[in-house]
C-alpha cells in the first residue's frame, strides 16, 4: 500500500465529474490496489472520509470511515470502514441543518454548511453488489460532502455566509461553542 498525495483545491480534478465504474471493473487488481491506497491515505491524513478524486484519480468511488469517538466530530455516528462505489444520493427530506466542514484538499479551514439532514444513498459495493443506506444528521452531511467530490464540488460552494469560513484555529477560538 502507498499513502498517495491529496491534491488541494485549485487542482483541476477536483473540479471534474468523475467516471463510474463499469461491474467489470471492480474487483480488478488496479481497482483493489487503488482502494487500498485511499485507505491508507485516509488513516495517514486522520481523516473521515476521502474520494478518489482527492488523490487525482476522476473516478467514482469513495471511502468512508467514522471512528467511534476521539474526533473533532464528536456528536457523531459511528460507521465501520466502508468503500462506496458509483454512489447516488436521494433526499429523503429537504430539511436542512448546518455543520461545519473541513476537507482534506481545503487545509486548515472550516466552513459553515447548511444541507438535507435524511438521505439514502444507493451504490455498489468493493464486490459490485448494489447496496441502499438511509443516512440523517451528521451522516447525511458527510455522505453529501464526499459525493459532491464525484461531482466536482466543493463544501465551500455551498457556504451562505462567508463569514462561516474561518481558518481552523479561528473556528477552535470562535465559533466552536456556536457549531
Ligand atoms: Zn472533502
Not at 461491474?23 to 481523516?47: H, K, N, P, V, Y
Not at 464486490?127 to 451522516?139: A, D, H, P, R, T
Not at 465551500?156 to 484555529?169: C, V
Amino acid at each position: 500500500m502507498t499513502i498517495r498525495k491529496i491534491i488541494r483545491m485549485g487542482h483541476p480534478t477536483l473540479r471534474q465529474i468523475a467516471k463510474p465504474y463499469s461491474l467489470e471493473e471492480i474487483g480488478s487488481q488496479e481497482f483493489q490496489t487503488l482502494i487500498d491506497d485511499m485507505r491508507e491515505t485516509l488513516e495517514a491524513s486522520r481523516g473521515i472520509g476521502l474520494a478518489a478524486p482527492q488523490i487525482d484519480v476522476s473516478t467514482q468511488i469513495v471511502i468512508i470511515e467514522v471512528p467511534e469517538s476521539g474526533t473533532r466530530y464528536g456528536e457523531s455516528e459511528a460507521l465501520p470502514f466502508t468503500v462506496y462505489i458509483n454512489p447516488h444520493i436521494t433526499v429523503l427530506e429537504e430539511t436542512s441543518t448546518g455543520y461545519w466542514e473541513g476537507c482534506l484538499s481545503i487545509p486548515g479551514m472550516m466552513g459553515f454548511v447548511e444541507r438535507p439532514q435524511h438521505i439514502v444513498v444507493d451504490y455498489l459495493s468493493d464486490k459490485g453488489v448494489k447496496q441502499s443506506l438511509e443516512l440523517k444528521g451528521f451522516l447525511a452531511t458527510v455522505f453529501q460532502h464526499e459525493l459532491d467530490h464525484l461531482q466536482g464540488h466543493l463544501y465551500l460552494d455551498h457556504i451562505k455566509d462567508l463569514s462561516l469560513f474561518t481558518y481552523e484555529s479561528e473556528y477552535q477560538e470562535f465559533h466552536l461553542k456556536e457549531g
